[in-house]
């Protein structure tokens, strides 16, 4: 696990600085404290931190192959390594170092930019080929790892980090209208754009080639949902059950201590129970919150944590914890996301790190069995769809809201209406109304040919002709997973210096649990439904029958105590010049709103606080914040 870096110019007869690329590659010494190194070639330049996981003495980087005409600087963890190198490369090649870098390095060597079908593990790397005067980058299927990159004055710059890329004097930016567009309307960036203009985020399952200064950037994976219909329901979950074993343990494979974070849900608590058959005394770390059992799920944990008898560990994250951790999350995640489980997310990856460099997690595992509550809200919706429009306007739709007087529900209704991209934005906070008052009339003028449905829309037009959950799972995979769930753990895990791997993610059982039945995954209102069936037997009976409950952060009422001066800053700071984007009085009355209990707009104003503290550390000169500063404040 590393931070990478690099330059390449297009004119030969320009050097790189050393000393920038260093400044590059120190700017990311919290992704690898272990280590670092420099290659220049002339025009081109590698640079690598390093956090030893793999073949501690021997893995350095860069790394070349025996003539040196091929170099590779690598973040992330090749699971499959000892198979391919036992596989393909042993009798082709003479190793120096047991390390799954020069696995990569040697596959390359054989299949060119084919190499990357071979990989199981999350990857970004990137390989300079001298004699093709060839700059090679790849980033995994799921992008679990990050990848960013600049072309300007016709050179590529890339990194694991922006703060690495705007350390290179070249570089010019500005801030990105349609990435603010974006984060208010998902609460996160959508690939390829960042809050950056002239930074993009490599799309995760792409290559990136760059030759001669043209840049050639190729899908090479995708996930396809189409069932195969033919298998019982038996003999999908063991099919399951072994996949996701065979995954634990693969990336149980480290030199260095290991543990897994342990939430007290079913997808944590079967990875859980998967390690502890595979290792020794597993390690297990857990958090909650202080504010009661609606905000807690340490309770769980413990069942699971008792059950495999782990030696097991816990904290509790208060609300003065969570708003003095706030700045630190907004810098750490450098165009930020939404999603608050991120804050108690980073100081558990402090906490853990007193004792392991390695630890598993449950991500990927709603996204690919339908584990999200909305998978099955979504689906009542288009039931409720099949009765004729006009029925619904002037007959159901009067009567539900006289049923049920609740928000939810009238949001329900109103869904209703909306064609699926529609209704899928809305689950996130997207409302045409709230995107035409939200911002000053000269802002919202400069997005008139921007729609942020549009980035719905190109993923869903490659769903045509699958059943409405696998297009909803689909769509969360190529959106919120990488650009929400991974940002978040990729961020939070390595500015505390651990590495976090997710056994859900392996692309075999991705791609089966694609070709499993809808029908098998969402049954009856239950979510997970083969993935409980796999593991009935494995998870105490308390974890396998609850609901996603997820880390829920009390935001509606830490607003109106903890974190009232800060969003009451946030809000007046938009009457500045400086951020000429939000309209502060239609701010400031969903601020008084909130805060009489009139309504709850927690969700927006959490964006324009998140906003707010990036664009203050941005103008201050985010460009040279360096994370590791701050990396041993342990709550």
Known sequence: MCGICGVAYSDSQKLVDRGVLERMRDALVHRGPDD??????????????????????????PLANEDRSVWI?????????????????????????DSDTEVILHLYELFQEECVHYLNGMFAFAI???????????????????????????????????????????????????????????????????????????????????????????????????????????????????????????????????????????????????????????????????????????????????????????????????????????????????DAAAIPLYSLSMFTSRQVKVVLCGEGSDELFAGYPIYHYMSLIEQYRRIPNYLRKTLFNPLIAGMWRSEKMNKYVYLSGLPIQRRYLNVNLYDVRLRENIYRP?????????????MVQDNYRRTEGWDLLSRLMYLDIKTWLPNDILMKADRMSMAASIELRTPFLDYRLAEYAASVPSSFKLRLGQSKYILRKAFQHLVP??????????????????????????????????????NGYFNFKFLQSLLDQHLSGEADNHQVLWRVLILGEWMRQFRNGLGIIISFVTANAVI
């Open 128 to 338: 300079w080929d001298r004699n093709k005067r060839q700059l090679f980058l790849a980033r995994d299927r799921f992008g679990i790892k990050p990848l960013y990159y600049t072309i300007q004055n016709d050179s590529l710059i890339f990194g694991s980090e922006i703060k690495s890329i705007l350390h290179h004097p070249n570089v010019s930016v500005a801030v990105n209208p349609k990435g603010i567009d974006q984060f208010i309307t998902y609460g996160y960036v959508h690939t390829p754009e960042t809050l950056f203009s002239n930074i993009y985020k490599l799309p995760e399952g792409h290559t990136l080639t760059w030759r001669a200064g043209k840049t050639v950037i190729r899908r090479y994976w995708d996930l396809s949902f189409r069932p195969v219909k033919q298998f019982s329901e038996d003999e999908h979950a063991e099919r399951v059950a072994d996949l996701l074993q065979d995954s634990v343990r693969l990336r149980l494979r480290s030199d260095v201590p290991s543990g897994l974070f342990l939430s007290g849900g079913i997808d944590s608590t079967v990875v859980a129970g998967l390690a502890a058959q595979n290792t020794g005394k597993l390690k297990t770390f857990s958090i909650g919150f202080d504010t009661g059992k609606d905000f807690n799920e340490l309770a769980y944990a413990r069942v699971a944590a008792k059950r495999f008898e782990t030696d097991h560990h816990e904290m509790v994250l208060t609300p003065k914890d969570f708003v003095e951790l706030f700045p630190l999350f907004v810098s750490h995640m450098e165009e930020p996301v939404t």
């Open 541 to 578: 009976k308390q974890i396998l029958r609850r609901p996603k409950m997820g880390f829920p952060v009390p935001l509606a009422s830490m607003f109106r105590g903890a974190l009232r001066p800060r969003l009451e800053e946030a809000v007046r700071d938009t009457r500045s010049t400086k």
């Open 73 to 97: 600087v690598f973040n992330g963890e090749i699971y499959n390594y000892i198979e391919l190198r036992r596989d393909y490369l042993a009798s082709r090649f003479r190793f120096s170092t």
């Open 442 to 454: 000269d802002f919202r003028r400069s997005l008139a040919d921007f729609d942020p449905v549009d």
């Open 36 to 61: 670092a190194g420099l290659h220049v070639d002339g025009a081109v330049g590698l640079g690598s931190r390093r956090l030893s996981i793999i073949d501690l003495p021997g893995g350095r980087q």
